[in-house]
């Protein structure tokens, strides 16, 4: 999909009945230079498809506009 995060697009796949859904750093970023974004620790452990640790930087709520 072609979303936007405060005014800010990019290509993104969403996993509609995910629990979680990741962002990767390089958005993150993009998007922590035009707004003050809080980040809070994460209560959860994520792990991909290999059962590897993911690293977190924490959990983020944001306001997302797609179509």
Known sequence: ???K???IPFKA???TGAARSL?????FNRIALEEQVN??????ELYDVHNKKLFTLGLVSLPVVYG
């Open 1 to 3: 999909l072609s979303v």
């Open 13 to 15: 796949l969403f996993d």
């Open 23 to 27: 962002l990767h750093i390089d958005i």
């Open 39 to 44: 980040c809070s620790e994460s209560d959860v």
């Open 5 to 7: 995060i405060h005014d």
